[in-house]
């Protein structure tokens, strides 16, 4: 079975950090490019960053650029998200996915993922 898991999620306060793992099991991220994103109740979800196959290329939405961090192990078939200075507008429900073929533009559309994780919530809050 073709399964991501997140996980790390949980409550901070404003100006904390979380890091959020992404673990693939039942086939190997090699071939994928991986997308971090988010949700909040009513809204569709967004690309908050993503990273391409090999890991050179990143790529983040500008409301998290420099507080964020996307990463890969191939070697462990996981992404991490590195999310530091929250703020309250991060807020909201982190997805991790993969996709085959080249990064899109941005981070593409989640029409372009192929597997999606389950979700981990992330709250921002004093």
């Known amino acids: 079975q073709l399964q991501l898991v997140e996980s790390g999620g949980g409550l901070v306060q404003p100006g904390g950090s979380l890091r959020l793992s992404c673990v693939a099991s039942?086939?190997?991220?090699?071939?994928?490019?991986i997308g971090w994103f988010r949700q909040v109740p009513g809204k569709e979800r967004t690309g908050v960053a993503c990273?391409?196959?090999?890991?050179?290329?990143?790529r983040y939405v500008d409301s998290v650029e420099g507080r964020f961090s996307i990463s890969r192990d191939n070697g462990k078939n996981t992404a991490v998200l590195q999310m530091n200075d929250l703020k309250s507008e991060d807020t909201g429900v982190y997805f991790c996915?993969?996709?085959?073929?080249?990064?899109?533009?941005?981070?593409?559309?989640?029409?372009?993922?192929?597997?999606w994780g389950q979700g981990t919530q992330v709250t921002v809050s004093s």
């Open positions: 990273i391409a196959k090999i890991g050179i290329v990143t």
């Open positions: 996915a993969a996709a085959r073929g080249t990064l899109p533009v941005g981070c593409g559309t989640p029409r372009q993922y192929e597997h």
């Open positions: 039942g086939f190997t991220l090699d071939n994928y490019y």
